[in-house]
């Protein structure tokens, strides 16, 4: 079982908005920064948010991050058919010292 | 622009051991703000983060693969390797190589991923 807690999946129509959740705990998400990544079905994951809520070069405003106690949340607005994907939350544990990921959320634009 | 390239035997027998090579370039090995990981998926499943090592050599190491995971780098030769004793057929997956940045511990480089399966 995953550190971090992602639900299986979400949907949402064509430019509609929908959030991703991540629930952790107070070693991890509660005290680190958290990202995001995406990943198409057979290519490598892609950053999307990093420090919790910034965006690298290149990644739209439709895309943004959050975070509040020990619960993170991806938020993607004008929702478009290129955004199904797979979605990861990570960041570090500090009682493990080790990286971890949430299992993932299944994105599908109806 | 940094790129990671994963290398190594797309098929290792049970109980022998998985060797991968990912070979960095366009960016320092050695960088102070940065460590290099791995990271693995199996088939139809999500993001498992197995270890990592910084400029310094420390590594981390998920406990449940510790007994059996070494990772290091070959700064002459631009490139960190893994090392997985003792395979089993759970350990078939995509393993990628990534870099990520101190303190922050996102992956902002990846490699494409290379597919290696546990089969006699």
Redesign the interface.
């Known amino acids: 079982q995953?550190v971090l807690t992602q639900p299986p999946s979400v949907s949402a129509a064509p430019g509609q908005r929908v959030t991703i959740s991540c629930s952790g705990s107070s070693s991890n998400i509660g005290s680190?920064?958290v990202?995001w990544?995406q990943?198409v079905p057979g290519?490598?994951?892609?950053?999307l948010i990093?420090?919790t809520s910034e965006r690298?070069s290149g990644i739209p405003d439709r895309f943004s991050g959050s975070k509040s106690g020990t619960s993170a949340t991806l938020v993607i607005t004008g929702l478009q058919t290129g955004d199904e994907a797979?979605y990861?939350c990570?960041?570090?544990d500090n009682s493990?010292?080790?990286?971890?990921?949430?299992?993932?959320t299944k994105l599908t634009v109806l | 622009q940094l790129q990671l390239q994963e290398s190594g035997p797309g098929l290792v027998k049970p109980s022998e051991t998985l060797s991968l090579t990912c070979a960095v370039s366009g960016a320092p090995l050695m960088s102070e703000i940065h460590y290099w990981a791995w990271v693995r998926q199996p088939p139809g499943k999500g993001l498992e983060w197995i270890g990592a090592i910084n400029y310094s050599g420390n590594t981390y190491y998920d406990p449940s693969l510790k007994r059996r995971v070494t990772i290091f780098t070959d700064t002459s030769k631009m490139e960190f390797s893994l090392i997985l004793t003792s395979v089993t057929a759970a350990d078939t997956a995509v393993y990628y190589c990534a870099r990520g940045r101190l303190l922050s511990d996102y992956f902002d480089y990846w490699g494409q991923g290379a597919l290696a399966t546990v089969s006699s």
Do not use: E, H, M, N
Not at chain 1, 43 to 47: D, H, I, N
Not at chain 1, 96 to 104: A, E, K, P, R, T
């Open positions: 995953s680190k920064y990202s990544y990943q290519t490598a994951p892609k950053l990093y420090d690298p797979d990861y990570g960041t570090w493990l010292s080790i990286g971890v990921f949430g299992g993932g």
